[in-house]
């Protein structure tokens, strides 16, 4: 993981669920932000796939490494994800997250989820500044 200041380390720092998984934050710009993390065999479903589950939450909390880079505080009031195509075991997948628009305490987020080049998910998520 690479250090970065607060607000995004502390909370990534904190963010138990994501180095559960072996995530690792990248990078941290204005309202963006990347993180890596590799598909395990435990992630796979009955289909041979990685479950979605995972995919979004990889989304998930490049989403919120970015909401919260300028700070205060800042959670998710909604998202969706379209999987665009299947993830195996050994896949390594970044999850890019940028800003699209800002206004009073909400914010419009966009992620994309590549394996290399291919793109194998879109997340689009709204964020709420709290407190």
Known sequence: MVSYPDPVAAMFEADRASAGLGMELLEVGDASAVVRMEISQAMINGHGIAHGGYVFMLADTAFACACNARGPATVAAGADISFIAPVRAGDVLVAGAAE???????????????????????????ARVIG
């Open 100 to 126: 699209r628009v800002r206004y009073g305490r909400s914010g419009i987020y966009d992620v994309t989820v590549r394996r290399g080049a291919e793109v194998v998910a879109e997340f689009r998520g709204r």
